[in-house]
């Protein structure tokens, strides 16, 4: 058998906001929340909890031990849901919640080799479609590759394409849907620059992205959607968003599932040989120190380190490194911490025949039927 593809994926990238203002070249902090008037009130928030944070930190500081992980995973590729603008455009969005961090600051991205971010999602045009402008123009100069966004809805269809090994390509497509919360105004249009919206999880849409994963994937090549579907809390999987996974691998060409907007990770499928996450959570983000929803633990964190077989996409094994997030930066979770992950995604993923153990060096493994 060939070498094993490996491949690293992780949720919700929030590098804006309060881990913006950390960093050597923050934004203006001015917000327009309906009770927050200054990005640097969720620093003080997470300091009031654990301590003073470093500022100016450098491009390193927020990513902690995930580099120490990624060295050990040695992944070909590390693919992102980033949620944020990148852009020091001054008009926000109406829409409570505004996400940007410096084009300058955005170095922090490509200190730990991020190789491609997906951007439909609800925040990418936070600052308007000058801030989207100015955060493509930005990856572009990295460089890093993105999907799910762009200048014309071509491009934000169009897949990034990544190098695997040997000359089999790995092609990320990049979705949001609606219900993620993207405003219908967001998406791309021939004419103007936007997200890849996609409105219904329907047999239509499936026959769509089978055809665009067509006209690309070539014998070797593996397809991974990245997809920004529901709600930001809760484990439930609908019907309607299990048989859209299901069929985007049975018609449409997909190997790969790459589910993100909940800020907790959610239950993980293995169907027909091909991994379904439904949910990563985020791994960076400045709600330490939010109230609310403690129970769901989005402080814990995961990076997904999938190993498949060439050229069928077929998953090998999966294992997940767990932190914690405190004083924002990514430590390695407690054995304790470890276990209560363990135990929640294989509570959540008991529907679907999954089940999560911590293994002897502290990682959580999938096993499946």
């Known amino acids: 058998m060939s070498e094993p593809l490996v491949m690293a994926l992780c949720g919700d990238v929030m590098t804006g906001r309060g881990i913006d203002q950390i960093l050597p070249h923050p934004c203006s902090s001015t917000l327009y929340e309906s009770c ?3 990005a640097r009130d969720y620093v003080a928030l997470a300091e009031a909890v654990n301590g003073v944070i ?4 450098d491009f390193n500081y927020i990513w902690g031990d995930a580099p120490a992980a990624l060295a050990r995973l040695k992944p070909a590729v590390w693919i992102v849901n980033l949620e944020t603008s990148i852009t020091r455009a001054e008009r926000a969005e109406d829409k409570g919640i505004n996400y940007r ?9 490509a200190a730990v080799g991020i190789s491609c971010c997906a951007l439909a999602n609800n925040h990418v045009l936070d600052w308007g479609r000058d801030g989207l402008l100015d955060t493509l123009e930005t990856l572009d100069a990295l460089p890093i590759r993105h999907a799910g966004a762009g200048r014309s809805s071509a491009e934000a269809a169009a897949p990034a394409i990544l190098a695997g ?16 919360g993207i405003p219908a105004a967001w998406a791309a249009t021939p004419a103007r620059p936007g997200v890849n919206l996609l409105r219904q999880l329907t047999p239509a849409a499936v026959a769509d992205i089978g055809k665009a994963v067509g006209a690309v994937k070539k014998p070797g090549d593996v397809a991974v959607l990245s997809l920004h579907w529901g709600g930001n809390w809760g484990y439930e999987v609908s019907d309607e968003e299990r048989r ?16 993100h907007s909940s800020h907790h990770p959610r239950g993980i499928e293995v169907y027909r040989g091909k991994l379904i996450l439904y949910g990563c959570g985020d791994f960076i ?14 402080d814990l964190a995961l ?13 090998l094994s999966l294992s997940m490194t767990p932190f914690r997030i405190r004083k924002f930066r990514l430590h390695r ?37």
Do not use: K, Q
């Not at 961090?101 to 991205?109: D, H, Y």
């Not at 330490?288 to 633990?297: H, L, N, P, T």
């Not at 997904?304 to 060439?310: A, D, I, K, T």
């Open 36 to 38: 927050v008037t200054s």
């Open 54 to 57: 470093p500022s100016p930190a």
């Open 101 to 109: 961090m410096s084009p300058e600051n955005a170095r922090c991205l």
């Open 165 to 180: 090994h040997g000359r089999s390509r790995i092609l990320v497509f990049a979705f949001g849907v609606a219900d993620s």
């Open 244 to 259: 859209f996974a299901h069929a985007l691998i049975d018609g449409a060409g997909i190997d790969v599932i790459h589910g």
């Open 285 to 298: 983000n400045d709600y330490e120190g939010i109230s609310g929803y403690e129970a769901y633990r989005g």
């Open 303 to 315: 990076l997904y380190g999938l190993s498949l077989e060439p050229p069928t996409g077929r998953l």
């Open 333 to 369: 979770a407690s054995a304790e911490d470890a276990a209560w992950l363990a135990r929640t995604l294989s509570n959540a993923s008991a529907p679907f025949g999954t089940r999560v153990t911590v293994g002897s060096d502290g990682a959580l493994d999938l096993a499946w039927p």
